[in-house]
């Protein structure tokens, strides 16, 4: 497995094959300079823009290391003159960049050439590893310059590397060309993604892959969109054992291979069958056989969410490594993912029907078997065939419920592992009622217009495990903070807030709790001689979604939620109230919205709805999506008319 | 401590660029290298036991601190010791305790050095609340040009980066550091104030015979130092409460208790430190001498630039405009070179510089049409630099021009003036800012000192405050409201000063085209729920001499709500002037800085809808301090409700006396925006 030898630096390198070079040897001549581009001023097909790439070539040789980049950009606006500073990275011991040549085409066509040497800026140096940049400054670029420069990459670690051609770009591309001369001791497989419209796939030139691509539009990042190696236009190169063609075989292979290397770590069933039998009775229910074991396994100390450290501080905890779920349940630690299959081995020991699954998490892609990429299942959960139910369970990730899946690993393809190799399954996705905010307030409305009172915030679902995950390692007074600060981003005005109670953060409970006391300044607005009181007041996360008309990508949601207020003001006695505003309701498929104001004897009982059931939306549905929030904004800020008493007044 | 860079400004404004998002993102990956290096294998730390230094503070009293406090300096030593030949040496020594997790910060050792600064020895120590020490070393540390991801293109200036092992709550954690140094100037600061508290911090001064040192303190009374030696000397601080961050608070180096240190050597070497403005301003001058030749290329663009001129006010105009928009700020800063600007003839022909570059272009240029200009060596924040503070290169991050008019030359697009009691009348420019019109200067500069550096030699002076009005933002709509609550109407924005440049900044910025409205989106979603934009413009977007203009139109449903028989109705349509700043549990404890003066107006006039008229209106506001008013004024003229307001900050800086008064300034226009008019229908 040498394209794995330094996954490290493979990660690494897959990055800079994004930003940086490609090579040839016999590519010394500029390209011819087109009239056309020189009296250009603006791209039609990029409005408005600072800069395009008039043209760009990526030309690599996995057989001789090497690789040839050569960029051509026409300065549309000052501010595109940023792109006349043009910095390469490369890792000093390893790489030699070499070849840089540069030039400056100004509008009459008259060419300024980078005369310097390119200066080299170290950027990170540690431990053998020095990461440079070269770096030139372009002279003389003025708005309708062209600037180009070229050179070649040649790296020595004599070790083979997947990568990638990434051909979305910040820049509106006119023109590129990119070429890839496999290793020939290494399959390799190559697979696409969001392809420019009219860009034919890549083909096999004798040997050697090629694309030629055009108009590829400026790379843009928009508030809730899907993950970026999702959008951006892509080739994927990826070196492996295997030269399989036909998915079904690929994974059928890649199953029973990684089905044997997890057997073999759960292989231990006298073990496991004497550990179960101290967490369950041979008279519970399989559900309650599982929730116990569950609730074990979580009990673990789970390593993957300890903070770094040190390796001297390994060697003095002296942590024993763990080979299999015997280990593992012995020495009470491992990994998020060794927990998991410790559930897997407990499950099976308890006669219940359990199978280990790997998935993909989509914060990062969102997985196709198509790519034959075994990399991508990246994690891991287990099917427990319930009461005839296919359910997920992933108790190595720290303070997950039992019963719900981490956000990243709910709704994606797994492939459900056994000595076959395996058949593909569809995690499940929890409903916007498990994944909830619920906000109970308790308040007093002051003479002067100030809400006081109490008010309980219960978290739920994916909600509750998001904020323990993001807060496990902090302490009381920071997790404090956090918990009021949660509360100040939902009310639209500044207000005082303490958290009275002692949240249950270190558990996997399906709720965590927060109370506070809180006082709203001025929450009632003046109308002359009446006052009104807004009913959303819980309004502020809604505030400023969608705030813009044009949407290029899908819209994308971590996981469906919903947010359900409870909210009761007690008016001053000698209030009054005028007039209430009507319910409103808007239920829809996707998203839905309700609010009530009911006016009981001087206490005020408003009680409002928001749910977003979905997880992608196309972006042909982002006008009707905006419109909802619209709606939204105009529910919550209804107001209740209100006649203030003689003591307001005199206030 | 090594500072250079006196370009902050265009770095702030600059970390966008392709070239450098691509470093920041390999970087960013990298970083999880670094991570692994420094939290995991590279640190092989052994065994040794910490320094009898670090453990004689393991039962020291803690200095005072709240429960948010992540960490205290239990203790800090820096030792400066002066050979005869200039060459220094210094040994720094610091110990932190570390009280929360947030604390964990403090054991990531972070030197910077260059060629003039190296790093002879580093090393670090733990000494944990149970267990052995840790020790990691020089070995152990990783290098890293923290320079670049702060937006330099090149630099010279490097950091090593040391992580001490068990960096946790209830641990000790400590370094050394021991440095060779060649200063430029022979002066040290000694910044004893941090955002944690001190217990004890030292500074102890070894001279040569014959050498002489004057120490000048800010922010704190004068400590004289004891004798701890054959010309050593030694200042100690106790219980050093922290700086801590506020929004809006003066620079952390105005409000910093610090010591000054100028060394004298003996036999009168120029290389000493600076004793006066006047000093600095002569080594600043030393450091152009030359840089300021002009060239052919150059006067025959002056010449062309100015050909068509007819005043001398419109040939400088053109020259600034050409620094402002034709060379472009690239920050290159190698050794000296952080603070002496490019020749002339250089930046010119490559089209690029730094400000020091491009102030000694526009100098030159100047200087072509006979107009003499100086070098003004400046902060970019105001307050970071005040009149009481001893003279130091530290505290300067930017450099800019004062331009001598020539007599009887005036003109009312030139306010941007100061007297100089030696040089007469100044007007101040800064070719870095692209945006500013050459007459005109940003509020950040405005009321800031900085070092004029003349041919005699140079001066701490303060730059000129500009009146509020040349900083406004009118807004105009004129409005319909309909029976439903649906507004529409048209909008006109215009912007001058620094509120335009913000706005032009914001539209360069703009990937496409389509981009250009979103600031108005932006604007709009903060007042209105529902809205669509149905036609915008922008205008004058280049033309930086003349207002900046939004023209858009509206269309708000649901704007007015129904309430029974009533339709309220907000008359503040669109903006907001309040701020929840000064809404903290804590007291505040430094004073409010402004961005600069200004003064906004806005002017609603909503047509109502027929068969209703006004029942209640809001009470008009007349809010009226030393720092800051407000007045708005809701009115029924015949079937339209008409909404003014203006607001209009007077004083540059809000000390912590009348820090409740902005507070309440604040609540009483955020009352105002909220309140609401009543409209019922109309009795005939």
Not at chain 1, 373 to 386: G, M
Request: hydrophobic share 40%; glycine share 6%; with cysteine.
């Amino acid at each position: 497995m040498l394209y794995r030898r330094v996954s490290l630096f493979l990660s690494i390198f897959c990055l800079c094959a994004v930003v940086r070079a490609p090579h040839r040897a016999n590519a010394d001549d500029w390209q011819p300079i087109n009239p056309a581009e020189l009296s250009m001023t603006s791209v039609p097909e990029a409005p408005g823009a600072a800069a395009v790439i008039l043209y760009r070539q990526v030309d690599r040789d996995d057989n001789t290391d090497r690789e040839y980049n050569y960029v051509r950009i026409k300065i549309l606006t000052e501010e595109g003159r940023k792109y006349a500073n043009v910095e390469i990275p490369f890792f000093k011991q390893s790489e030699d960049v070499h070849g840089l040549k540069a030039r400056t085409i100004r509008p009459d066509g008259t060419i300024a050439n980078f005369e310097g040497k390119p200066l080299e800026q170290m950027i990170v140096k540690a431990k053998g590893l020095k990461y440079m940049a070269k770096v030139i400054v372009l002279p003389d670029v003025q708005v309708g310059s062209i600037i180009e420069y070229r050179y070649n990459d040649q790296w020595n670690f004599s070790l083979v590397y997947n990568s990638q051609w990434i051909l979305s770009n910040e820049l509106f591309t006119k023109s590129a060309k990119f070429s890839l001369k496999p290793n020939s001791y290494f399959p390799m497989r190559t697979s696409w993604h969001g392809l420019p419209t009219g860009t034919a796939a890549p083909r096999n030139d004798k040997g050697v892959v090629r694309l030629e691509t055009g108009n590829v539009p400026a790379f843009q990042i928009e508030d809730y969109m899907p993950p970026q190696n999702e959008l951006k236009a892509r080739v994927d190169f990826t070196y492996g054992e295997s030269t399989e063609s036909q998915p079904e075989k690929f994974w059928k292979s890649e199953g029973k291979k990684r089905n044997e290397g997890i057997e073999g770590f759960m292989g231990k069933r006298k073990a496991m069958e004497q550990a179960v039998a101290q967490i369950v009775s041979p008279s519970d229910t399989p559900e309650i056989k599982l929730q116990k074991i569950y609730a074990r396994v979580q009990q673990v100390r789970n390593t993957g969410y300890e903070p770094e450290v040190s390796e001297q501080e390994k060697k003095r905890a002296k942590v024993k490594s763990i080979n299999n779920v015997e280990d593992l349940w012995k020495n009470g630690y491992g990994s998020g993912g060794e927990i998991t299959w410790l559930f897997l081995a407990l499950a099976r020991a308890a006669g219940l029907e359990a199978y280990p699954v790997l998935v993909s998490r989509r914060s990062e892609y969102f997985f196709t078997p198509q790519t034959m990429d075994s990399h991508r299942l990246n994690d891991n959960v287990v099917l427990v065939k319930l009461n005839g139910k296919d359910t997920y369970y992933d108790p190595g990730t720290l303070f997950t419920p039992f019963g719900i899946l981490p956000w990243p690993e709910t709704g994606v393809a797994g492939l459900r592992l056994d000595k076959d190799g395996g058949t593909w399954v569809t995690t499940t996705v929890p409903d916007s009622a498990v994944s909830r905010i619920e906000r109970k307030a308790d308040l007093r409305l002051t003479d002067q217009g100030s809400l006081e009172g109490k008010l309980t915030v219960t978290f739920a679902g994916l909600e509750a495990l998001s904020m323990r995950l993001e807060m496990n390692n902090e302490d009381e007074a920071a997790r404090k903070t956090y918990m009021e600060n949660q509360v100040r981003e939902f009310i639209p005005v500044s207000i005082e807030v303490e958290l009275k109670n002692q949240p249950d953060w270190k558990s996997s409970a399906p709720t965590l709790v927060g109370e506070f006391e809180i006082k709203v300044q001025g929450w009632a607005s003046g109308a002359g001689h009446r006052a009104l009181i807004p009913v959303g007041l819980f309004s502020a996360p809604e505030k400023h979604v969608f705030e813009h008309a044009s949407r290029v990508h899908p819209i994308y949601f971590d996981f469906p939620t919903a947010r359900l207020d409870d909210v009761t003001i007690e008016l001053p006695l000698d209030w009054k109230v005028n007039s209430m505003p009507p319910a409103h309701i808007d239920e829809g498929k996707v998203c839905a919205y309700s609010t009530k104001a009911e006016n009981k004897q001087g206490t005020l009982h408003l009680t409002r709805k928001l749910s977003v059931e979905a997880i992608t939306l196309e972006t042909k549905y982002y006008g009707a999506l905006r419109n909802f929030f619209q709606v939204v904004r105009t529910g919550d800020d209804q107001q209740i008319v209100v006649q203030p008493g003689a003591s307001a007044a005199a206030n | 401590m090594i500072s250079k860079l006196w370009c902050s400004l265009a770095q702030a404004r600059r970390r966008t660029d392709m070239a450098r998002s691509r470093i920041a993102a390999a970087t960013a990956l990298f970083a999880g290298t670094l991570a692994l290096c420094l939290t995991s294998g590279a640190p092989r730390a052994c065994a040794s036991d910490a320094p009898g230094w670090m453990h004689g503070l393991v039962n020291v009293p803690l200095p005072e601190h709240d429960d948010k406090t992540d960490a205290v300096l239990l203790y800090s030593e820096y030792v400066l010791s002066i050979q005869a030949n200039g060459k220094m040496k210094s040994l720094q020594r610091v110990a932190y305790k570390i009280l929360r997790v947030g604390g964990k910060r403090y054991g990531l050792v972070v030197v910077n050095f260059d060629a003039e600064t190296k790093i002879s020895a580093l090393h670090g120590w733990c000494i944990p609340a149970q267990g052995k020490d840790y020790e990691v070393k020089d070995k152990d540390a990783i290098e890293a040009s923290l320079g670049v991801a702060n937006g330099e293109l090149i630099t010279d200036v490097r950091s090593k980066l040391l992580q001490i092992p068990a960096a946790d709550p209830g641990n000790i954690v400590g370094y050394e550091v021991e440095q060779e140094l060649r200063p430029y100037v022979l002066q040290d600061d000694w910044l004893f104030q941090r955002p944690i508290p001190t217990g004890e911090a030292r500074y102890t001064l070894q001279l040569p015979p014959g050498w002489e040192y004057k120490a000048a303190w800010f922010n704190h009374a004068e400590i004289a130092p004891s004798s701890v030696g054959n010309n050593q000397w030694q200042w100690v601080v106790k219980n050093v409460p922290a700086v801590k961050g506020e929004k809006e608070m003066p620079p952390w180096r105005g409000v910093a208790e610090q010591m000054v240190l100028s060394v004298i050597p003996s036999g009168g070497s120029q290389n000493r430190g600076f004793q006066s403005w006047d000093d600095m301003g002569n080594w600043q001058a030393g450091l152009t001498r030359g840089r300021r030749d002009s060239s052919p290329e150059i006067k025959q663009k002056v010449a062309e630039l100015t050909a068509s001129a007819k005043t001398p006010v419109e040939k400088m105009k053109a020259i600034a405009a050409f620094a402002q928009r034709e060379i472009r700020y690239v920050g290159i800063e190698l050794g000296i070179g952080g603070y002496q600007p490019h020749a002339a003839k250089d930046v010119f022909a490559h089209r690029y510089g730094d400000c020091k570059d491009k102030a000694t272009l526009v100098s030159t240029m100047l200087s072509e049409m006979g107009v003499e200009s100086y070098y003004i060596v400046i902060n970019a924040e105001r307050d970071a630099v005040t009149p009481g503070m001893p003279p130091q290169i530290g505290i300067f991050n930017h450099l800019i021009l004062a331009i001598k008019l020539p007599e009887g030359v005036s003109d009312p697009s030139l306010v941007a003036f100061m007297d100089d009691a030696k040089l007469g009348k100044l007007l101040i420019f800064d070719p870095t800012d692209e945006m500013t019109p050459f007459g005109q200067l940003r509020g950040a500069l405005q009321a800031n000192y900085g070092l004029l550096v003349t041919p005699s030699g140079g001066e701490l002076v303060e730059l000129p405050r500009l009146p509020s009005s040349l900083n406004t933002t009118e807004r105009f709509a004129k409005l319909q409201l309909d029976a439903k609550g649906t507004l529409s109407g048209d909008v006109r924005e215009v912007r001058r000063g620094d509120p335009a440049v913000y706005q032009r900044y914001v539209l360069q910025a703009a990937a496409q085209q389509s981009d250009k409205i979103k600031p108005i989106e932006t604007l709009l979603s903060h007042s209105l729920g529902t809205f669509q934009i149905t036609k915008a413009t922008v205008g004058n977007l280049a033309q930086t001499n003349l207002p900046f203009v939004y023209d858009y139109s509206l269309v708000a449903e649901n704007y007015a709500k129904p309430a029974g028989d009533l339709l309220l109705v907000r008359p503040r349509v669109m903006g907001y002037e309040s701020r929840d700043l000064l809404e903290t549990k804590e007291a505040r404890k430094y004073a409010v800085e402004f961005a600069g003066p200004w003064k906004d107006s806005d002017t609603f006039e909503i047509a109502l809808p027929a068969g209703y008229e006004v029942d209640d209106l809001p009470p008009p506001v007349n809010a009226d301090y030393s720092f800051a008013s407000y007045h708005s004024k809701a009115e029924v003229n015949g079937k339209t409700l008409k909404y003014t307001r203006t607001f209009e900050i007077k004083e540059l800086s809000v000390p912590v006396s009348k820090v409740d008064e902005l507070k309440k300034f604040y609540r009483e226009i955020g009352n105002d925006e909220r309140n609401t008019a009543v409209l019922k229908h109309s009795t005939n």
